[in-house]
T-cell receptor, first 118, second 111 residues
Framework: KAGVTQTPRYLIKTRGQQVTLSCSPI?????VSWYQQTPGQGLQFLFE???????NKGNFPGRFSGRQFSNSRSEMNVSTLELGDSALYLC?????????????????FGPGTRLTVL | QKEVEQNSGPLSVPEGAIASLNCTYS??????FFWYRQYSGKSPELIMS????GDKEDGRFTAQLNKASQYVSLLIRDSQPSDSATYLC???????????FGTGTSLTVIP
């Protein structure tokens, strides 16, 4: 079974621009979560989508948004980029997401998108 | 207080030894616990999940969960240089609305 895929793998943008990242979950997985990883803060939760609905949201400003399509693919968008948005953005898919307390909530990560804001 | 705490390390062990990684969590009602391995420049890879008190073994890896003491540990037996990585502990709180990750423990296995 193919793993989680993310595109693009690398991005370089300038301050003020916006960016859209894409994630395709493992086939059959309905939950997609997004994380930001930086050396100083570690893995920070952005949001989770399940069946096209945002179920949970972390403590990030409104410039960070996302959506999920009917085929479970997900996109996240960052508008008005800031230097501090430079990070590795990871998506993770699971069968039923975080509300399950069984192996159905195991999350599998994609390779990530490395975003650099200049 | 952080949701999940780990010693950042670095932890160094000789090849063939047992590496012991520890993690504590703050929400007593947490139900799901995970260990991920992350190589430098790569994304986290799921090693183990554990949901009940006690030990769970998978090959050279053993996860241990003690809900009363609110800690979860990972033992790596017969450590190999290829085990050198950062190990992340993750917890799904009782409310089940997101995973919380520790900042990771850096492990180096010395040949």
């Amino acid at each position: 079974k193919a793993g989680v895929t993310q595109t693009p793998r690398y991005l370089i943008k300038t301050r003020g621009q916006q960016v859209t990242l894409s994630c395709s979950p493992i086939s059959g997985h309905r939950s997609v979560s997004w994380y930001q990883q930086t050396p100083g803060q570690g893995l920070q939760f952005l949001f989770e989508y399940f069946s096209e609905t945002q179920r949970n949201k972390g403590n990030f400003p409104g410039r960070f948004s996302g959506r999920q399509f009917s085929n479970s693919r997900s996109e996240m968008n960052v508008s008005t980029l800031e230097l501090g948005d430079s990070a590795l953005y990871l998506c993770a898919s699971s069968l039923f997401g975080t509300t399950s307390q069984s192996r159905n909530n195991e999350q599998f990560f994609g390779p990530g998108t490395r975003l650099t804001v200049l | 207080q952080k949701e999940v705490e780990q010693n950042s390390g670095p932890l160094s062990v000789p090849e063939g030894a047992i590496a012991s990684l520890n993690c504590t969590y703050s929400d007593r009602g947490s139900q799901s616990f995970f260990w991920y391995r992350q190589y430098s420049g790569k994304s986290p890879e799921l090693i183990m999940s554990i949901y009940s008190n006690g030990d769970k073994e998978d090959g050279r890896f053993t996860a241990q969960l003690n809900k009363a003491s609110q800690y979860v540990s990972l033992l790596i037996r017969d450590s190999q240089p290829s085990d050198s990585a950062t190990y992340l502990c993750a917890v799904n709180k009782n409310t089940g609305n997101q995973f919380y990750f520790g900042t990771g423990t850096s492990l180096t296995v010395i040949p």
